[in-house]
């Protein structure tokens, strides 16, 4: 009789013929008393994605597995919802195609957690930044608060993406319908913890298991400064929805959240300063650190480029 699958690994790609290959390896040197299975969903890449998905799974034992070309792009959001749909097991782990797993440990610490404690819904752990241009490498959470393992909801709706790396996050598949924030959302990760939120408690394992690359081709890499404001923009509605989807359990925190956004907004075009509907909701806090921000970098612009005389 077959094992019943207890995680799903949940791995989208788009154009990651140079890193897919480390992603699957990542995967396959697991070490676990349960079984697995790997989901690949390639959002019709360009590349030679699939052919080096065919290589690896070929030239690997790997038992479950299920890979998917799309036959034409659906985008970020609707490939990691169809992947997310695509998942049978009771828990879901997350490597995208340009990351990679470093620890063959890591599956089995973070779902013997998760077992023993039915009232977390999800664990993640530090993980690494690594540049790939230039070859510079710093570890991913640097907040003070998670790495005195505190992870309240404070910490989940301040930092949204940045509270770990996606390929950290390891979290039950009880998710039964994706609301329509999550749907339209830019940030799946802010969206995804929201979500989770109203499900349990986050925790947080203090050791370095795997690798988040940066590099030109990722998803907020070399953004100009309008698409840039369209994602602070995505944060604030996916913050409002959030708000009202969990009725308004997280007001405070929320409300701060956004007038963070908004001074973001403003640091990056401060003609945004006249918009009223981001006026009445900055904190005067938010605000004047966002003039501070604006001043400065008004004052360090070359000479040739100001308009003083």
Same mark, same amino acid.
């Given at each position: 009789?077959?094992?019943?699958?207890?995680?799903?690994?949940?791995?989208?790609?788009?154009?990651?013929?140079? #890193?897919?290959?480390?992603?699957?390896?990542?995967?396959?040197?697991?070490?676990?008393?349960?079984?697995?299975?790997?989901?690949?969903?390639?959002?019709?890449?360009?590349?030679?994605?699939?052919?080096?998905?065919?290589?690896?799974?070929?030239?690997?034992?790997?038992?479950?597995?299920?890979?998917?070309?799309?036959?034409?792009?659906?985008?970020?959001?609707?490939? #990691?919802?169809?992947?997310?749909?695509?998942?049978?097991?009771?828990?879901?782990?997350?490597?995208?195609?340009?990351?990679?797993?470093?620890? /063959?440990?890591?599956?089995?610490?973070?779902?013997?957690?998760?077992?023993?404690?039915?009232?977390?819904?999800?664990? #993640?752990? @530090?993980?690494?930044?690594?540049?790939?241009?230039?070859?510079?490498?710093?570890?991913?959470?640097?907040?003070?608060?998670?790495?005195?393992?505190?992870?309240? /909801?404070?910490?989940?709706?301040?930092?949204?993406?940045?509270?770990? /790396?996606?390929?950290?996050?390891?979290?039950?598949?009880?998710?039964?319908?994706? $609301?329509?924030?999550?749907?339209?959302?830019?940030?799946?990760?802010?969206?995804?913890?929201?979500?989770?939120?109203?499900?349990?408690?986050?925790?947080?394992?203090?050791?370095?298991?795997?690798?988040?690359?940066?590099?030109?081709?990722?998803?907020?890499?070399?953004?100009?400064? @309008?698409?840039?404001?369209?994602?602070?923009?995505?944060?604030?509605?996916?913050?409002?929805?959030?708000?009202?989807?969990?009725?308004?359990?997280?007001?405070?925190?929320?409300?701060?959240?956004?007038?963070?956004?908004?001074?973001?907004?403003?640091?990056?075009? $401060?003609?945004?300063? #006249?918009?009223?509907?981001?006026?009445?909701?900055?904190?005067?806090?938010?605000?004047?650190?966002?003039?501070?921000?604006?001043?400065?970098?008004?004052?360090?612009? /070359?000479?040739?480029?100001?308009?003083?005389?």
């Amino acid at each position: 009789m077959e094992k019943e699958i207890l995680v799903s690994i949940c791995m989208i790609t788009y154009g990651h013929e140079q #890193f897919i290959t480390e992603a699957i390896l990542g995967v396959a040197m697991q070490q676990c008393n349960f079984e697995w299975e790997l989901i690949i969903a390639d959002d019709h890449s360009p590349d030679q994605t699939e052919e080096q998905v065919e290589i690896a799974l070929r030239n690997l034992n790997i038992k479950n597995v299920n890979y998917t070309k799309h036959s034409k792009n659906k985008g970020m959001m609707d490939n #990691f919802i169809w992947a997310l749909d695509q998942c049978k097991g009771k828990y879901i782990a997350l490597c995208e195609g340009d990351d990679y797993w470093s620890n /063959p440990l890591k599956l089995q610490k973070q779902i013997d957690f998760l077992e023993a404690h039915p009232d977390y819904v999800m664990s #993640f752990h @530090q993980g690494s930044n690594y540049y790939q241009e230039s070859k510079r490498v710093e570890d991913f959470i640097t907040d003070t608060q998670v790495l005195k393992e505190i992870t309240t /909801p404070d910490e989940v709706i301040r930092l949204g993406g940045n509270l770990c /790396p996606t390929n950290a996050m390891v979290f039950r598949n009880n998710v039964i319908e994706y $609301p329509n924030f999550f749907l339209q959302a830019k940030s799946g990760d802010r969206a995804l913890c929201l979500l989770l939120l109203e499900k349990g408690k986050f925790h947080f394992l203090n050791k370095n298991m795997c690798v988040y690359r940066v590099h030109e081709g990722g998803v907020s890499r070399g953004l100009s400064k @309008q698409k840039i404001i369209a994602f602070k923009e995505s944060n604030i509605e996916v913050l409002n929805a959030f708000n009202s989807y969990s009725n308004y359990k997280y007001q405070y925190q929320i409300k701060r959240e956004i007038s963070s956004q908004i001074r973001n907004i403003f640091i990056c075009d $401060p003609h945004y300063l #006249f918009k009223t509907k981001y006026l009445n909701r900055v904190n005067i806090k938010h605000f004047a650190l966002s003039l501070t921000r604006i001043f400065i970098n008004t004052c360090s612009l /070359p000479l040739s480029k100001t308009n003083s005389f």
